[in-house]
């Protein structure tokens, strides 16, 4: 079984940065695509970004383009997501997930096997 943990989230202004952490337990996590949603309330989840297995491919929203930066450390078996400029409308519950054995970068939920649990990331105006 796999688990996905994330951390860091909280409260900042806008124009902020935060560093959201996803630690995953488990053998897969070399072989799956690893994205990045978020949910704010009253919305559909949405693709925020993904990585490739190696992490040489990345893919964004357009939304977060140019300010949010995944990155991944296979050796610790954790993704990341650095999110600069942070504007109110980035207030959403942040997920983590993994697609176990993709060679593509998945952007719908479907396409993930494995979810952590959420962290709440709130910028304020």
């Known amino acids: 079984q796999v688990q996905l943990v994330e951390s860091g989230g909280g409260l900042v202004q806008a124009g902020g940065s935060l560093r959201l952490s996803c630690a995953t337990s488990?053998?897969?996590?070399?072989?799956?695509?690893m994205g990045w949603f978020r949910q704010a309330p009253g919305k559909e989840r949405e693709f925020v970004a993904g990585t490739s297995r190696t992490g040489i491919s990345t893919l964004y929203a357009d939304s977060v383009k140019g300010r949010f930066t995944i990155s991944r450390d296979n050796a610790k078996n954790t993704v990341y997501l650095q999110m600069n400029s942070l504007k109110p409308e980035d207030t959403a519950v942040y997920f983590c997930a993994s697609a176990s054995g993709r060679s593509y970068i998945p952007t719908t939920a479907v396409s993930y096997n494995y979810w952590g649990q959420g962290t709440q990331v709130t910028v304020s105006s």
């Open positions: 488990g053998r897969t996590f070399s072989g799956s695509a």
